[in-house]
Structures are given as structure tokens and as C-alpha cells.
């Protein structure tokens, strides 16, 4: 499956608000797992001085991925492909 980088710019977002989106990112993707879409949230970075946060997530196709943000009601400015080259 490919990588999908989803990019937000949060403006005055909370360390909660925050927790609460990723809990929601996390959840949706499982109800989507086990209704056959395969979509796995894998982390986000978090830039406070920026308010920018880049969530990474592995699926079948970016429209998988902007329909999960959007049902879970995350706001985003753009889903890319990716590639996590953590070790």
C-alpha cells in the first residue's frame, strides 16, 4: 500500500483538540478497516511554533484517505503521496 501524508495548518488548536483528532483519525480508520477499506493511520508530527501538523497514513488510494479526514471531520489542505522512511 502507498503512504499518504495529509498536511493541517491548526491555528490556536489545543494539546487536546489535538489528542481528540488524532483519537478520531485512529477510530475512523479501524470502522473503516472493518468494513473492508484499508486504511491505517500510522503518526503525526506536531509543529507548535507553526501550528502545522503532518499526519501519516498507509492506503489503497488517497481518496480513501480524504474521505476518512473528512468524515472524521479533521480539517486538512492536502493529501500526498509520501514516503516514511523511518528505519
Request: net charge negative.
Amino acid at each position: 500500500m502507498t503512504v499518504y501524508m495529509v498536511d493541517r495548518d491548526l491555528p490556536g488548536v489545543t494539546l487536546d483538540a489535538l489528542g481528540a483528532a488524532q483519537a478520531k483519525a485512529i477510530a475512523t480508520a479501524e470502522e473503516y478497516q472493518r468494513n473492508g477499506r484499508d486504511v491505517r493511520y500510522i503518526r503525526s508530527t506536531f509543529v507548535p511554533g507553526e501550528s502545522h501538523c503532518m499526519c501519516l497514513f498507509e492506503a489503497a488510494s488517497a481518496k480513501d484517505v480524504t474521505d476518512l479526514n473528512d468524515e472524521a471531520g479533521i480539517p486538512y489542505t492536502r493529501v500526498t503521496e509520501a514516503l516514511d522512511l523511518t528505519p
